[in-house]
C-alpha cells in the first residue's frame, strides 16, 4: 500500500476510533448546574447561594427543619433566560426573613458600564432586589451594588456612582438617599456590630483610606490616614474598635512578574471613639513581607476581643497565624507545606474553619480549629474537594461547597465523620453523563530547567488499546490558579474541567498543567523568577508538557494539540510561536500576546519608554516576538467586550499570522466579555474548539 493509502487508513482508524470513544456531547459535559456565593443566614441555620444552570442564574436558600437534622431547600428566583445577567452580593437581613443581591452589572469591574451579551435591546443594568425566605415576588429596592443590611435590619446602605447611598428597608415606599459626596472608588461596606458607624475603604490610587461615616451626627472621618494602602477593616466584637491591613506603596509594583520581598506590611488597630490607632504586628523582611491575601470576605478575625487571627507567608507557605492586640509577636496556627484557602469564623469567633490543601496538595479540604491557638482537626477527607467553609448561625453544622472527579461544585454539610449531606441533590439534570468521566490522575513531570510541575492526566477509555493516540495540553488561566482532582470550585475553569472530560471522551490523552507562577504550591513556585513578562520562564513548563506526552507510548507525538483560555492563552500562543515543531494546533481563547500592551491595561500610566529595558522583556515574553517562528494552525477566541484582556491582542495577532500564511481560525462573540456570560457562547466556544482539533489533530 502507498503512503497515501497508509495515512488515510491511520487516520480512518484514528476517527472511528474517536467516534467510538464518545460518549456524551459538550452539552451534556456542562449540563450540570454550577454553585456559588454560599453564604449563611445570622440566625436560624440557613444558608443562601446562587446556581447558574445553563445560563439561568438563580437564589436559592436552605432552611433547617425544625424536627430533625435535614434541610429544605427552595428557588427564591424564577429567572429562566440565558441572558448574561448575573447574580452576586448576597446579604441576609438579621432575621434571616429575607435575602438581600444584586442583579446584572459588571462583578469583577463594578465601575464599568453592564455587559450585555445576549444583545438585549432594553440594555442592562444593575439593581439591588430583597426576596422573602417564605417565598412571593422580589422587590426592587434601588440602582446599586455592594449591599450592606444594617445589625437592626432597618436600613441598606449600598453603593451607586462610587458613593454611599441608604435606603430605608421598613418602609416599602422610602427613597435612596445620598449619604456622602466623597473622593475616591469605596469599597468594603462594614456596620459596626452595633449598628452604630458604617466602615468603608476608599482607594485614591496610590494610597488608600480607612473610611468612618457615623450616622447619628452624618459625620465622615478617616483613621489614621497616610501614604499606604489601607484596606481589609474588621470591627471588634464590641464594636470598640476596628483592625486593618496597612501594605505600604510601592513605585516599582510588578505585574505579571514575581514579586518576593517589599516593605513589611502590617496591622493596624483603631481605637473609633479617640480615633488613636497603633502597630500591632508588622511583617518581616524578606520573605512574607509582600501581603497575600486568603480566600473569604475579610482577612482579619476577631478571636473575641483579644486577638487576632491573619493569613502571612513567613515560612513560604500561606498559612494562618494569630497574635494579640496588645502584643507584637504572631503565633503560627497552621504548620506545614501547604496553603490555606479559603477562611471563615464562626459567629462568637470561639472557632476558624478553613480550606486547605494540607496532605492532598491537588484536592480541597476542610479544617477546624477551636480558639485562636487550637490544634486544627480535619473535617472533611477522601478523593472529593470541599472548600469556602461556612459556619452556621447556630453553631451546629458547616457548610461547604464540594464537587469530584465526577459531579460538579454544589453545597453541602458536613455530618459526623466527615460525611457530608447535599442540600440540593435533587439539581442534576437526567442527562448528565457522570459515570462516564474519567478518574484525572496525578502526574509531576519535569520541565525544561528541572522544576517539578504537577498535572492532571486524563486518560480515554480506550487508551490502553496499543494505539498512539492524538492528545491535548491544557493551561489554566490567572496564572493565580491551581487545576484539582476534580471539578473547579470556580465556574470558569470548572467549564475547563468538563471540556477536559469531554476531550478525552473523544480519545485524546489531555494533560492539564499546573504551570509556575500559580498556587497551591508555596511563594517561590507563585512567584517563580522570571516568569511572565519579566520573562516567560513557564515556557520550560510548556516544553516539559510536550516532552513528557511526547515519551508515552500510549501518545502520538506528532498529534499534540494545546489549548487554554486568558494566561493560558497566552501560554497557547507561546507555544506555537516557540514550539510548532512539537504543538501541531492550539486554540486560544482571549489570550495575552504583548505584555506592553496588557500592562497598560492594568495601569493606564503604563509607559514602555519610561524603562526601555523592562519593556523590552517584556516584549521579548509575549508571543508576538516570536510569531516568525509560529507555522501550526490556530482557532482564536475571544469576546470584544473583554475587560481583562483587550480585544486588540487578537486582532494584531491575527493580522501578523496572516502575514506569515499560518492558517488562522476565529470564532469572535460580540459584546461578550472575559468570562464568557452566556451558556451557549461557552458551548459554541468548546465545540468550535473540538471541531478544530478533530480537523488538525487527527
Known amino acids: 500500500m502507498t503512503r497515501v493509502g497508509n495515512l488515510f487508513l491511520w487516520s480512518s482508524c484514528l476517527f472511528s476510533s474517536l467516534l467510538s470513544a464518545q460518549s456524551f456531547t459538550i452539552e451534556q459535559a456542562l449540563s450540570a448546574p454550577f454553585s456559588s456565593q454560599l453564604t449563611a443566614a445570622p440566625t436560624h441555620g440557613s444558608f443562601a447561594w446562587v446556581t447558574n444552570l445553563q445560563g439561568r442564574r438563580n437564589l436559592w436558600v436552605a432552611t433547617k427543619n425544625s424536627d430533625s437534622d435535614s434541610y429544605s431547600t427552595s428557588q427564591l428566583t424564577k429567572f429562566t433566560e440565558d441572558d448574561g445577567i448575573e447574580i452576586g452580593d448576597i446579604a441576609w437581613t438579621p432575621d434571616a426573613g429575607a435575602v ?83 473622593r475616591g472608588s469605596l469599597s468594603s461596606l462594614l456596620w459596626s ?68 520581598t517589599g516593605l513589611p506590611w502590617s496591622i493596624r488597630v483603631m481605637d473609633v471613639e479617640t480615633g488613636k490607632g497603633h502597630e500591632i504586628w508588622r511583617a518581616k523582611e ?92 480535619e473535617l472533611t477527607h477522601g478523593e472529593g474537594i470541599e472548600t469556602a467553609p461556612v459556619p452556621s448561625s447556630d453553631g451546629e453544622s458547616v457548610a461547604v461547597m464540594r464537587s469530584d472527579a465526577r459531579v460538579p461544585i454544589r453545597p453541602a454539610v458536613i455530618r459526623a465523620r466527615g460525611e457530608l449531606q447535599d442540600l440540593e441533590p435533587q439539581a442534576l439534570p437526567a442527562a448528565f453523563p457522570s459515570a462516564s468521566f474519567v478518574l484525572p490522575q496525578q502526574v509531576i513531570l519535569s520541565s525544561a530547567d528541572g522544576m517539578r510541575i504537577h498535572g492532571q492526566l486524563f486518560l480515554p477509555k480506550n487508551a490502553g488499546d496499543g494505539h498512539r493516540h492524538p492528545a491535548v495540553v491544557f493551561f489554566h488561566g490567572g496564572s493565580r490558579r491551581q487545576m484539582l482532582l476534580g471539578w473547579h ?124 529595558e523592562a519593556a523590552r522583556t517584556a516584549w521579548n515574553s509575549s508571543p508576538l516576538s516570536s510569531v516568525s517562528t509560529w507555522r501550526s494552525p490556530v482557532l482564536l477566541i475571544q469576546g470584544d467586550d473583554d475587560r481583562n484582556v483587550q480585544f486588540s491582542q487578537t486582532v494584531q495577532l491575527a493580522e501578523a499570522l496572516r502575514k506569515q500564511k499560518v492558517s488562522v481560525e476565529e470564532l469572535v462573540f460580540p459584546d461578550e466579555i472575559h468570562d464568557f456570560l452566556l451558556h451557549r457562547d461557552w458551548i459554541a466556544a468548546y465545540s468550535a474548539s473540538a471541531k478544530f482539533f478533530e480537523q488538525h489533530l487527527k
Request: hydrophobic share 35%; glycine share 12%; with cysteine.
Open 286 to 377: 524578606g520573605r512574607g513581607s509582600i501581603f497575600h491575601e486568603a480566600q473569604g470576605k475579610g482577612q482579619l478575625i476577631w478571636s473575641g476581643n483579644a486577638s487576632i487571627v491573619f493569613p502571612w507567608e513567613g515560612d513560604g507557605w500561606l498559612h494562618l497565624y494569630s497574635v494579640a492586640v496588645n502584643g507584637t509577636e504572631a503565633t503560627l496556627l497552621t504548620p506545614g507545606e501547604f496553603e490555606v484557602d479559603s477562611v471563615a469564623s464562626k459567629r462568637d469567633g470561639t472557632s476558624i474553619v478553613f480550606s486547605s490543601n494540607q496532605n492532598d496538595i491537588d484536592r480541597r479540604h476542610v479544617w477546624e480549629m477551636k480558639g485562636a491557638i487550637g490544634r486544627a482537626v
Open 489 to 612: 470550585p470556580m465556574e470558569y475553569y470548572s467549564n475547563a474541567y468538563g471540556m477536559n472530560q469531554y476531550l478525552a471522551s473523544l480519545g485524546y490523552i489531555v494533560l492539564s498543567v499546573n504551570y509556575r507562577s500559580g498556587i497551591g504550591y508555596g511563594e517561590e513556585f507563585r512567584e517563580a523568577l522570571n516568569y511572565g513578562a519579566t520573562g516567560a520562564s513557564e515556557f520550560n513548563d510548556v516544553l516539559g508538557a510536550g516532552l513528557y506526552l511526547g515519551s508515552r507510548p500510549d501518545v502520538d507525538a506528532a498529534h499534540i494539540g494545546v489549548w487554554g483560555g486568558s494566561y493560558g492563552g497566552y501560554l497557547t500562543a507561546l507555544a506555537l510561536a516557540r514550539a510548532s515543531d512539537m504543538f501541531a494546533a492550539g486554540a486560544d481563547m482571549h489570550g495575552v500576546h504583548d505584555w506592553n500592551l496588557e500592562l497598560g491595561n492594568w495601569l493606564p500610566a503604563y509607559d514602555p519608554a519610561a524603562d526601555p
Open 193 to 260: 456590630p452595633d449598628g452604630k458607624a458604617l466602615a468603608f475603604v476608599s482607594d485614591r490610587g496610590d494610597h488608600s483610606f480607612i473610611g468612618l461615616y457615623i450616622p447619628e451626627t452624618k459625620t465622615l472621618r478617616y483613621l489614621d490616614p497616610g501614604t499606604d494602602h489601607d484596606g481589609y477593616p474588621a470591627w471588634r466584637p464590641d464594636s470598640k474598635s476596628i483592625a486593618f491591613v496597612r501594605i505600604p506603596y510601592s513605585k516599582h509594583d510588578v505585574l505579571f512578574g514575581p514579586k518576593r
Open 100 to 182: 438581600v443581591y444584586v442583579c446584572g452589572g459588571d462583578f469583577e469591574f463594578p465601575e464599568r458600564p453592564a455587559p450585555n451579551p445576549a444583545l438585549l435591546s432594553g440594555g442592562v443594568d444593575q439593581q439591588i432586589w430583597m426576596v422573602s425566605t417564605r417565598g412571593g415576588e422580589p422587590r426592587k429596592l434601588a440602582e446599586g451594588r455592594a449591599p450592606a443590611v444594617s445589625p437592626a435590619g432597618d436600613a441598606l446602605a449600598y453603593l451607586l456612582k462610587g458613593q454611599i447611598w441608604t435606603i430605608s428597608l421598613q418602609d416599602s415606599s422610602a427613597k435612596p438617599e445620598q449619604i456622602l459626596h466623597t
